[in-house]
């Protein structure tokens, strides 16, 4: 079970940079660059996994040593909530400059926008 | 359709429902410091209830309570309480340190500024996330174009 | 002097906020711009107070260097460099944008999001763990998006989606290495990394994962410093954005976030291997080649400015690469790779301040002619002055034309290659720099002298606002030449060292 989960972020990484590189629509390009940042979210996530931990939260009448021996590691954690914000962040601006895209050129295929060349 | 509103079974539902979201918007970034959850989650929730008024009645329909400029307001009035409970840590000496005592563990009361720090993510999500999606509301009703 | 370290964060973010709400109320429409110019100037001035100044490290929030897991601000000499560098920059680039922004119909947006960018940049190079880069690294790097589609054309939508794209798959290759490092040793501070990854190294042969979370890293820092098979959004996104925009990312975006971070990443935390050092080496030297002889047959004036900064990042990615090497040998020679580092870090401080003066002055040019193409400019040194005198300045500057600052960085590179025993690195870098010096030449002729088009024929100087930033960069381009001693003492001596001796300084004061 330890390598095969790895493995499977390390797919569904795959997944989003072939969505990114081989896709020409627009919004299938933007579902790529999600999945890509989903795909380290769960990779950080499973970092922090320890077998047969509980969650880090402190219950009625736990000591916090005991919390500490027991529970999975908080840390990726906290960083998987700032990526996660992170990423709504990105998917706000890369929507409104889809959508102020095609206002301008009236299609979401990326070959037709090709102004810039050289 | 963007502009007029849903029909009249969505529009009373939404009357009924929107406060009883925000409040629990409100209690989750509340109590970020005792379950999960935190300003964040909170904020977003709220924001889902300000979506909901503006699909439910419309983006004119909704513009007696959710403006462009209110948005911007409350966003930028976040960040700066946010700003401001991060630099009264220099009361306690340095940047960003706790200066409000301490209480008992499990207390709502309990968690130094954090709480404080919550609040203002809230507000500031909140006011964030509805406004884009306002400003995202504006374009017209768009074709497919082409796919491939 | 300490505790003022974070406002030099804090700042620009409450100003940037701070102007949000003040433009709801009718009345001080006016203020935004006031505010942005003071808060820029303030910056300035506290980074420049800050050189003299010994700053322990600063842990945010209390959490002391017992406790492994709080934020931590270092301010050693290479931050101090940088943070003179990019308050600079922004302080000329938010003077010139005063009158350039005018076009816009929301200036307030301009001035909160640039000063959201440089407040983030300042905290990319005050980080002391690795998570506070990749978190402000993202801050700027988003601001940077909204800023170069501002303008709304679609032109520079289309550039911006594309930087946005491929911005956002260096940041997720840089967060797969962070979590690959920090899954390897459990902390996130980089004086601990660096620890931790020595006793590894120590302990036995350097396993797999370590490998990884380096390719990692220094790809994704990379992208984001432009290096040559991950430049392909410079061309589109540089040339699109407004001008003062352009003067920022090209001169201090791609600088702090790609080449301080990537230097910053091998020397302090994951310590100058040879492979390491051999990966900056080609990338550097490919930067430098392909980036000059793509621009040579360039005839829009910021696309070609473009091109060359990719060339002139990769003569700094090169010095570095090859400094990294140096101290990576079996008898590390530190006189030659402090010459190295002196010479890479000075061109990187030269090139911001002759890359921004060149953007700025072409957004000057393209704001009174109303064009870009170098064909259709001429003769402009009779028409606007001032504009001709600094972008004269600044074009001798990249051409490395004695007495301006480009000429000593770009000396001291190629001899300190050459002592360093890379004589056919030095060789190219020689010759680099003489097609660098055809270009200019070319733009120059082209664009100052010469008869005037029939665009330009009616173009006459920049309003005061924008004259007044672009002599404050050309000043700065003529006296860093000038007081290379000086400046050596004073700003790239303790950054050399501060990169060298990486024990010493981003020190936890416990150990692990």
């Not at chain 2, 948005?71 to 220099?90: P, T």
């Not at chain 3, 589609?149 to 491929?166: I, P, Q, T």
């Not at chain 3, 990692?216 to 432009?226: D, V």
């Not at chain 3, 003769?379 to 001709?388: A, D, F, K």
Request: hydrophobic fraction near 60%; charge should be positive; proline fraction near 4%.
């Amino acid at each position: 079970m330890g390598i095969a989960i790895y493995l499977l972020t390390f797919a569904v990484l795959l997944v989003g940079l072939y969505a990114i590189v081989a896709k020409k629509n627009i919004v299938k390009i933007i579902v790529g660059v999600l999945i890509l940042d989903y795909a380290v979210n769960m990779l950080l996530v499973l970092i922090g996994y320890r077998r047969g931990g509980g969650a880090p939260i402190l219950s009625r009448g736990q000591a916090p040593g005991e919390l500490a021996r027991t529970a999975v590691d908080p840390l990726p954690q906290a960083m998987v909530l700032t990526s996660i914000v992170i990423g709504l962040g990105l998917t706000a601006l890369m929507v409104a400059l889809a959508l102020r895209l095609y206002d301008k050129y009236h299609t979401f295929d990326m070959k037709e926008i090709r102004k810039l060349r050289g | 359709m963007m502009t007029q509103g849903m029909s009249l079974i969505v529009k009373n539902t939404a009357k009924l429902v929107t406060g009883f979201i925000a409040v629990f918007g409100i209690y989750i970034a509340m109590t970020g410091h005792l379950s999960p959850g935190g300003g964040f989650a909170g904020g977003v929730i709220l924001a889902a209830a300000a979506v909901l008024v503006i699909l439910a009645f419309g983006r004119r329909g909704a513009k007696g309570l959710i403006t462009d400029a209110q948005c911007h307001a409350w966003d930028g009035a976040g960040a700066l309480a946010f700003a401001v409970v991060a630099l009264c840590g220099y009361f306690s000496g340095q940047f960003f340190v706790n200066f409000i005592p301490r209480g008992k563990v499990h207390d709502l009361a309990s968690g130094g500024m954090i709480p404080l720090a919550n609040l203002a993510i809230l507000v500031k999500v909140g006011a964030g996330l509805a406004g884009a999606f306002l400003a995202l509301a504006a374009f017209r009703r768009l074709g497919m174009g082409k796919v491939a | 002097m300490q505790g003022i370290v974070p406002l030099l964060v804090v700042l620009p973010l409450v100003v940037a906020f701070g102007i949000v709400i003040l433009v709801q109320v009718r009345v001080l429409r006016g203020l935004p711009v006031i505010l942005a110019c003071f808060a820029m100037l303030a910056n300035l001035i506290v980074s420049l107070c800050l050189l003299g100044v010994q700053v322990d490290p600063i842990f945010v929030g209390g959490w002391g260097p017992a406790k492994t897991l709080g934020i931590q601000l270092t301010c050693d000499g290479m931050a101090k460099l940088m943070l003179v560098t990019i308050n600079l920059v922004a302080f000329a680039s938010v003077l010139f944008a005063t009158s350039y922004i005018r076009r816009f119909t929301k200036p307030w947006l301009f001035y909160s999001l640039f000063l959201l960018m440089t407040g983030a940049m300042n905290a990319v190079v005050l980080a002391g763990d690795l998570f506070n880069l990749f978190v402000f690294l993202e801050v700027a790097a988003i601001a940077s998006y909204a800023l170069v589609a501002f303008g709304c054309e679609s032109e520079e939508l289309e550039a911006s989606f594309k930087y946005l794209v491929l911005g956002s798959v260096g940041s997720v290759f840089i967060l797969m290495g962070v979590a690959i490092l920090y899954s390897l040793t459990g902390h996130l501070n980089m004086a601990m990394v660096h620890e931790a990854l020595r006793a590894l190294r120590e302990a036995g042969p350097v396993g797999p994962a370590v490998l990884l979370a380096a390719a990692a890293l220094i790809a994704g820092l990379a992208l984001k410093a432009a290096m040559v098979p991950f430049h392909a959004w410079l061309p589109d996104a540089h040339p699109s954005a407004p001008a003062p925009i352009s003067a920022m990312l090209s001169g201090v975006l791609i600088k702090a976030s790609g080449v301080y971070a990537l230097a910053r990443i091998v020397f302090s935390v994951l310590g100058a291997q040879s492979e390491y050092a051999v990966i900056l080496i080609s990338l550097g030297a490919a930067s430098m080649v392909i980036g000059a002889l793509l621009s040579i047959g360039q005839w829009d004036f910021k696309r070609l400015l473009a091109y060359s900064s990719i060339s002139q990042v990769g003569y700094v990615v090169l010095a570095i690469g090859v400094a990294a090497h140096v101290v990576s040998g079996p008898e590390p020679n530190r006189a030659a790779a402090g010459l190295c580092l002196f010479g890479g870090l000075f061109h990187l401080f030269n090139h911001a301040a002759f890359k921004s003066l060149l953007f700025l002055s072409s957004g000057s040019i393209e704001q009174q002619s109303g064009t870009r193409m170098l064909k259709e400019m001429g003769g402009l040194t009779r028409r606007m002055p001032v504009t001709s005198f600094c972008c004269r300045i600044g074009a001798m500057s990249i051409a490395g034309v004695p007495p301006f600052n480009g000429f000593f960085s770009k000396l001291i590179i190629v001899v300190a290659l050459a002592m360093a025993g890379y004589v056919w690195l030095s060789a190219l870098a020689v010759a680099v720099a003489v097609v660098t010096l055809l270009i200019f030449v070319k733009v120059q002729r082209y664009v100052l002298e010469g008869e005037p088009g029939p665009k330009v024929a009616a173009a006459r100087e920049a309003p005061a606002m924008m004259c007044v930033g672009l002599v404050i960069l050309a000043v700065v381009c003529v006296a860093s030449g000038l007081a290379m001693v000086f400046l050596r003492e004073q700003l790239f001596d303790p950054a050399s060292s501060a990169l060298l001796d990486t024990a010493k300084t981003i020190t936890m004061g416990a150990t692990p």
